[in-house]
């Protein structure tokens, strides 16, 4: 309630104007508290003179009391306003803003009415885009996406015709919103930009927030559980500061669900108990709804059964009074997986089965409901109905997969589809079908890296049907393929002549043992002279079981899992007296897929006269990099190798991303940089090489990854000579991703990358000696084996894998 101070003298109206502006500049610069005190103070100051401006600030009151979540404070203000039957357009403004706070309250007959009542009233174009705007409002509440994308369009559109870009910018949001709810994300994103740069023009922190808010919950749908719990926290932290209670909301249960993804629990559960909280305070019933649902859970994945229920049972009872059936689909999911767990699985599989015929709309949760039926049906020994669903949750995946194109939006997308593939290739293992179990792991690897290659139709021709032995025979090697898991991993071993299953230790076995050797090696420890190395172990583990089907000097391709990209299978360490690097025996290459494997090779090489592009040695500004005393001397020693028409030689102040864009990169046969290179963790197609500055713009010095992308490479070896060439970032099925993955995407057939710092003074040995061996009609990966064994062999400190182990062989096509 608004208290009229009495004893008011009467105000003019050039005052109520201005103060009317200034309340209008708090609340676009996202000041809610400060409006809202404002308007409040403003409304008791006209009230007493009953001058029309008391009611236009209580208008303005009740606006932000629904901006910041409170739509029943503002229901009660809006309602007790007494009818202004002179003033049209305030009667129209008034029930806007009521049907607005009506539907949020769940209201949603009520709120039709007086939308329809406001929009009957509209005396102008103007209006009506208003009105426009919250029958889209009331649409989205009721779930009818369809209706809430044609008014948010003829909003829009009435606000660019009266050029109003707070309001643009409010309707770009809710289209956004719109795009979300229909899991069309990269239509999301382009409409949150172009609300971006319009809200940037007017500083409508207001806005901005919104749209910060929302991003985060694209990165987390999208499978980047980090980036959008970046996004969510300090989101959260605006929000909180604005007053926009309703936002704060949204961010603690996005935070929560991103820390669930990851599986940190603890970190979730606080999350997920202030959104509720902070829910029922402001009475929104569909946030209430989404905190019990997230509660359930994860109390459900913690094994508190009877938690679960509690929360779902108040889930459920919110959606019956919702009466939308949105609402009452993950409750639904919840439910049944609480009747799973309690042992009712009968149903459990009716609430599944049921679900995934309401959820056609909604391809996250349709393909959960068809995985759940999936193992359920495993469970119960039904086999064939087992493949069956757990085909078609794959199939609901890969199609809402394929509505992606932005390979920002492709590359993570793959950790909210990861889970389908293991149960898959679990109930295979389970049904001592390996070679099947094979096929369907392989489906999930490298999708995005195929995509780039324009190989995606030959992987959905090959199908299920993908013949391993074959591939090994043509490549005349054998092929490691590992999936490392909680408690079991699993390896399959492909020779030309036979392929074989193992189980091996558990991830929690594994990657502890990684760890202390990747520590080990960069401490620069003569690991070979330790008895109790982890290298020993980790052969133990990885290799020992199939070491019968691997010859000594034979090729060896190793196709890991994410897990297992930071580690070099070189630098493992064979048991008996006679322990020595692996490397020793084998040659190996470390490859994305066996899809990707099934077509290397097969055209006839591009180049005969093997030209070569060197790039490097720039000039650095010395406040950011320092020098490369080394990087002219290993150009040197490499341009030695090829005769002068064959070699492209650019270095210093020539050597800049604008001269490799321009230079035509896709007629060399081998690419070689010698600079600095930066690895993004949060955006891995951010990393870049460090070149020197542009001609025409001395800011733009960085090759970045997504810059790479741009030119078709047909190079047989492109190689990064610089730290962190391999990337930092592991993406599910793609491992890691950086510039050595981004060279792979254009096209090259092998790069080598270094996973971590490397020496400028060895690596122009190593570099001498694999183009020594190239020239002289060495494959890349025999040449790269050599240069390293010189290394090893050479009784110097360069024998230790610090300096020859950071450079990895990768694979393409």
């Known amino acids: 309630m608004l208290l009229a101070s009495p004893g008011c003298k009467r105000e003019s109206q050039a005052t109520a104007d201005s103060i009317y502006r200034q309340i209008e500049r708090e609340f676009v610069s996202g000041d809610l508290p400060t409006a809202l005190k404002d308007s409040q103070d403003a409304c008791r100051r006209f009230e007493p003179s009953n001058s029309p401006s008391a009611a236009d600030f ?18 009660v203000l809006l309602q007790q306003m007494p009818a202004v039957s002179s003033d049209t357009r305030f009667e129209v403004r008034r029930k806007i803003l009521l049907s607005i706070a009506q539907a949020r309250l769940g209201q949603l007959g009520q709120a039709e009415i007086t939308i329809l009542d406001a929009e009957r009233q509209s005396p102008d174009s103007s209006l009506r885009a208003e009105v426009a705007g ?43 919103h719109v795009a979300v709810a229909e899991e069309h994300y990269e239509d999301a994103l382009a409409r949150f930009k172009e609300a971006s740069d319009i809200a940037r023009s007017i500083d409508a922190k207001l806005l901005l927030e919104k749209i910060a808010a929302n991003l985060g919950w694209i990165y987390y749908k999208l499978g980047d559980f980090q980036q959008s719990l970046t996004y969510s926290i300090e989101a959260e932290k605006q929000a909180s500061k604005l007053g926009s209670t309703i936002d704060q909301v949204g961010l603690l249960n996005n935070a929560g669900l991103s820390e669930y993804r990851v599986e940190d629990f603890a970190a979730a559960r606080p999350f997920y108990e202030r959104a509720l909280t902070l829910a029922q305070s402001i009475q929104n019933q569909q946030l209430v709804l989404d905190a019990h649902v997230n509660l359930g859970f994860l109390l459900l994945r913690l094994g508190d059964s009877n938690g679960a229920e509690s929360h779902v049972r108040e889930a459920n009872r919110l959606a019956a009074s919702m009466r939308i059936d949105r609402a009452a689909l993950e409750p639904t999911l919840l439910d049944a997986l609480v009747l799973k767990a309690k042992g009712d699985k ?38 064939m109905d087992a493949d069956t669903w757990f085909r078609r949750s794959i199939q609901t995946f890969q199609r809402q997969r394929s509505s992606l194109t932005s390979v920002d939006s492709t590359l993570p997308f793959l950790a909210n589809g990861s ?12 049904e001592h079908r390996p070679d099947q179990a094979l096929n369907v792991i392989d489906e999930s690897r490298a999708e995005s890296l195929t995509d780039g290659l324009h190989l995606s139709s030959t992987k959905n021709n090959q199908g299920p049907n993908l013949n391993a032995k074959s591939i090994a025979t043509r490549l005349r090697a054998t092929i490691l393929v590992y999936s490392l898991r909680p408690k079991t991993s699993y390896l399959w071993v492909i020779s030309p002549t036979r392929q074989e299953f193992y189980q091996l230790a558990g991830s929690e076995t594994i990657l502890p043992l990684i760890q202390l050797h990747t520590k080990m090696i960069l401490a620069s420890k003569d690991v070979l002279s330790q008895p109790t190395a982890p290298a020993r172990s980790l052969y133990n583990e990885l290799v020992k079981p199939a070491q019968n089907l691997i010859k000594k000097g034979s090729k060896v391709f190793i196709v890991g899992d994410d897990a297992l990209s930071g580690l070099n299978f070189e630098t493992l360490q064979t048991p008996g007296e006679d322990s020595h690097f692996w490397i020793e025996d084998v040659t190996i290459t470390n490859a994305k897929s066996l899809q990707l494997l099934a077509v290397k090779g097969i055209s006839a090489p591009r180049f005969a006269d093997k030209r070569i592009l060197l790039m490097g ?17 290993e150009i040197t020693n490499i341009a030695s190798h090829f005769s002068v028409d064959r070699r492209t030689v650019v270095t210093g102040l020539r050597a800049s991303p604008e001269t490799y864009q321009r230079i035509q990169a896709g007629q060399f046969a081998y690419i070689h940089f010698v600079a600095h290179a930066t690895a993004n963790m949060t955006v891995p197609l951010d990393s870049a090489v460090v070149l020197s500055s542009n001609h025409d713009d001395t800011t733009v010095y960085k090759l970045y990854a997504r810059d790479i992308l741009r030119q078709n490479l047909h190079a047989d070896l492109v190689t990064v000579s610089a730290c962190y060439g391999s990337g930092l970032r592991n993406y599910s099925g793609e491992g890691l991703v950086g ?42 990966d025999v040449a790269l084996r050599s240069a390293k064994l010189s290394m090893i062999h050479s009784g110097g400190v360069f024998r230790k894998p610090l300096y020859w182990a950071p450079f990895q062989l990768y694979s393409g096509a």
């Open 134 to 176: 919250a029958k889209g409002s009331v649409d989205m509440e009721k779930s009818d996406l369809d209706d809430a994308e044609r008014q948010f369009q003829a909003s829009l559109a009435g606000a660019r015709f009266s050029q109003d870009r707070f309001r643009q910018t409010q309707s770009l949001v809710n289209l956004g």
């Open 346 to 383: 009968q149903g459990a599989t009716k609430q599944l089965l049921d679900l995934e015929k309401r959820s056609s709309d909604v391809p996250s949760l349709q393909w959960e409901s068809e995985n759940n039926l999936a193992r359920i049906y495993s469970e119960i020994g039904r086999s």
């Open 739 to 780: 510039l050595a993955w981004a060279f792979l995407r254009a096209g090259s057939h092998h790069v080598i990358g270094a996973m971590w710092e490397v020496s400028d003074v060895s690596t122009p040995l190593l570099m001498d000696h694999l183009y020594s061996e190239l020239a002289s009609g060495s494959e890349p």
């Open 58 to 75: 209580r208008l303005e009151s009740a606006k932000i009391l629904i901006w910041q979540g409170n739509n029943k404070d503002a229901s």
């Open 419 to 430: 889970d389908l593939y293991s149960d898959y290739m679990q109930h295979l293992i389970e």
């Open 617 to 633: 040695d720039p000039v650095y500004r010395r406040d950011e990099y320092a020098d490369l005393p080394n990087a002219s001397t």
